[in-house]
């Protein structure tokens, strides 16, 4: 009578950590996932410029203020910085900025970006249509570098939608990555 008892204690015993760990190993691309339907998290999807210009009416009864942030993670020896802190955009308008980064450090340095938007019911209306944080920058020493970030609101956003934020933070990346 015990032997069955031990015998699902032990299955349950294995069973229940191997089904966890592949439960928090799935979560990852669940969350991309997630963040990709949605915008949580301030992602944004990538349209082509001609794909953009086709499917908007412009709407010139509104602007939206959009505030542009940037940051580095500790170590990182960039200094980055938006060209503009804040620009009046009119919804299915493209527009272009850029971004200001210089190498401190007397070594070639590679990093990423990546973005976020805020509020994050306006991430799936801002449509970033060319960014440097589609791939992975390299700074020559003592080099400064502009990067361009071209967008667009889409009209659709929300009415109460007044001011959007678009941040950056710029980390490290090892070059063999």
Avoid at 120 to 136: D, I, N, S, V
Wanted: aromatic share 12%.
């Amino acid at each position: 009578m015990k032997e069955p008892i031990a015998k699902s204690f032990w299955i349950k015993l294995v069973c229940v950590p191997v089904l966890m760990f592949g439960f928090a190993f799935a979560l990852v691309p669940l969350y991309d996932i997630l963040c990709d339907i949605t915008g949580f998290n301030g992602r944004t999807t990538n349209e082509s410029y001609q794909e953009v210009r086709s499917s908007y009416e412009i709407d010139e009864s509104r602007l939206v203020s959009v505030t542009f942030s940037a940051a580095v993670a500790a170590g990182f020896p960039v200094s980055f910085r938006p060209e503009v802190a804040r620009m009046e955009v009119v919804p299915g308008k493209v527009y272009t900025m850029n971004y200001l980064a210089e190498n401190r450090s007397n070594d070639v340095v590679i990093g990423q970006a990546t973005p976020s938007i805020a509020p994050y019911q306006a991430a799936t209306h801002f449509k970033k249509l060319e960014c440097f944080c589609f791939t992975r920058q390299e700074f020559a020493a003592k080099q400064p570098v502009e990067m361009p970030v071209r967008f667009v609101v889409e009209p659709s956003l929300d009415k109460n939608v007044h001011n959007v934020t678009l941040s950056y933070n710029f980390f490290r990346i090892k070059p063999d990555a």
